[in-house]
């Protein structure tokens, strides 16, 4: 019997594993440069976590969450976005505010496999608790952009929007409630029944009778209360200051109760529309409260698709993490292990190499040699070991030298800088 990766999951090897790694590493240096600290909290939790968060109706929690009960009988699930765990983390260890994380992480969701949509997911992310300012709105969407510029990738649509608060959002539910009742009869089937369950969901049915409907709906923009207007326009300014291009989206629905205000999806012009968002965040200045925390404690953040950012990188042709050929290549002719005692010592000089574990006569090693695209290769067999002296020889040129072993990192770094 063999066994396969379960639907919608994949094993990632090199190149995409490594491009992954330098995206973390990329994203890791960037937002510590702003102060984030990397946090990183169980891929499970008890379910209340993401359903008190994420909301019981949304899609996530009713339909994609893995559910289970531990040998403990307690009902978890595994982690379909990283923001409650972050929230739940913030409140139990009392962190002083302004609490700033980032975090790489899977995400797990029961979704219907495709391209650039998968069961098991990862997720760049970050969050900052503690803040109503709109300097962190501000902040966290530069951080964004700057860190997809930073890859190379600059051909994406930036959608901004505010989804109002606690007092102007169940008035725009009610108008938007209204409305749809009215047209109740031309919605998708789905939505026919469903629309008063959470109308804004209807906003982001991609079916042609609810998007001729939601046309001439009301929308947000014109129902936010006089506070969340002048929140949202700072956060425009400030975006506008900083030349972020952006698109005011009052139909931006996102998919989870607990947004509040600011709103914002990163959308790849290279990807396939239902796959296209690479990104996408927003406010939840109630979670924190949500789950138990102390009251007014905003917070705000992002979560990225490592794998549709990747799925971006290849259909430009961007590579940031291109194969590293070995500086040096040993051919090892002599009757000892000498080979892993050499490759060793030269890599703690932080010189890379490669050999055959397997050693092969001098025609099949210097094959390999050449194969490995490897700068240098160092040969040596008994006799040379016995004079020790060992020989460099430039794979690119065929130039050969001989040094003895005390000088052998030195030569080489020599060799290699002159090569560049
Ligand atoms: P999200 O929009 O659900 O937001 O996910 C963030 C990103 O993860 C998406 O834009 C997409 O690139 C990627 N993604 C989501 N689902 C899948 C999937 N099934 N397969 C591949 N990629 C996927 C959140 O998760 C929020 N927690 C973001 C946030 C952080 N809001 C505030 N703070």
């Not at 923001?83 to 995400?107: E, G, L």
């Not at 506070?227 to 996102?254: W, Y």
Request: aromatic share 8%.
């Amino acid at each position: 019997m063999s066994f396969q990766a379960p639907i919608g999951t994949r094993d990632i090897f090199a190149p995409e594993s490594k491009t992954i790694g330098a995206l973390i590493a990329k994203f890791a240096s960037l937002v510590e440069l702003a102060g984030f600290d990397l946090l990183i909290s169980p891929l499970f939790e008890d379910y209340e976590v993401f359903a008190r968060s994420a909301g019981q109706a949304s899609e996530v929690v009713s339909k994609e969450m893995y559910v289970f009960s531990d040998r403990g009988g307690r009902e978890m699930a595994l982690r379909p976005e990283g923001t409650a765990s972050v929230v739940r983390a913030f409140i139990q260890h009392q962190n002083p505010t302004p609490f700033k994380a980032w975090y790489a992480t899977p995400a797990f969701r029961y979704e219907k496999p495709q391209a650039g949509r998968y069961r098991q997911h990862h997720q760049l992310g970050l969050e900052v608790i503690g803040s109503a300012s709109p300097s962190c709105d501000i902040e966290i969407i530069e951080l964004a952009t700057s860190f997809l510029k930073s890859i190379g990738i600059s051909n994406f649509t930036l959608l901004v929007n505010s989804m109002g608060d606690e007092n102007c959002r169940p008035l725009y539910r009610e108008a938007l409630l209204d409305y749809l009742g009215s047209k109740k009869t031309e919605l998708c089937q789905d939505h026919q029944d469903r629309f008063k369950l959470n109308p804004l969901r209807v906003l982001d049915c991609k079916k042609p009778e609810c998007t001729s409907v939601t046309k001439d709906a009301p929308m947000i923009d014109a129902m936010l209360c006089q506070e969340c207007s002048s929140h949202h326009q700072e956060v425009l300014k400030g975006l506008s200051l900083l030349a972020i291009d952006f698109i005011s989206a009052p139909r931006l629905v996102r998919g989870f109760d607990y947004y509040t205000r600011t709103t914002f999806e990163i959308q790849s012009n290279s990807l396939d529309s239902s796959q296209n968002a690479i990104g996408g965040g927003g406010r939840y200045d109630k979670l924190v409260e949500k789950l138990g925390g102390k009251s007014e404690t905003p917070g705000i953040g992002f979560g990225m698709g490592l794998e549709r950012l990747v799925l971006v990188l290849e259909a430009n042709g961007i590579e940031i993490a291109p194969k590293q050929s070995p500086d040096v290549y040993l051919v090892d002719l002599s009757s000892n292990l000498n080979s892993p005692v050499l490759a060793g010592l030269l890599r703690r000089c932080g010189i890379s190499v490669d050999y055959s574990y397997e050693k092969g006569s001098m025609k099949s090693q210097m094959r390999h040699a050449n194969k490995s695209g490897a700068t240098l290769a160092i040969i040596f067999g008994q006799r040379e070991l016995e004079r020790g002296l060992y020989k460099i020889k430039d794979l690119a040129t065929g130039e050969e030298s001989e040094v003895p072993l005390t000088a052998i990192e030195e030569a080489i770094l020599e060799k290699l800088s002159k090569i560049g």
